[in-house]
């Protein structure tokens, strides 16, 4: 699951106004010191965001991300007092090197 993130992130990231949310999600899921349920949360949305047969199929231009970006900006919504400024430097530093 990983690797197909970063595949798609890279596809998408500069279609996505809130990259540097989704990355700092992504870094919060993996981090060994947030709470289980954070994590079930976050990579729950990571996994709809990566897998490309979901509700709205991401094969349409524009329309194929609108559902995984909802998914993504309930689950940071969510869970956004677990994603600490280390996640949030660490996104933006992907960024830089995407």
Known sequence: MQRS??????RVAAR????EDVLAA?????D??????????LVGAIAYFVLPLD???????????????????TA??????HILPAH?????DALNRL
Do not use: M, N, Q, S
């Not at 993130?5 to 890279?10: N, S």
């Open 32 to 41: 060994r010191e947030t709470p289980l349920h954070v994590k079930a949360t």
């Open 55 to 73: 509700a709205i199929p991401d094969v349409l231009p524009v329309l194929g991300f609108t559902d995984d970006a909802a998914v993504l900006a």
């Open 5 to 10: 993130f970063w595949r798609k992130l890279r």
């Open 76 to 81: 940071i919504k969510l869970v956004a007092g």
């Open 88 to 92: 949030k430097e660490a996104a933006r």
């Open 16 to 19: 996505i106004p809130f990259a």
């Open 26 to 30: 992504y870094y919060c899921a993996f």
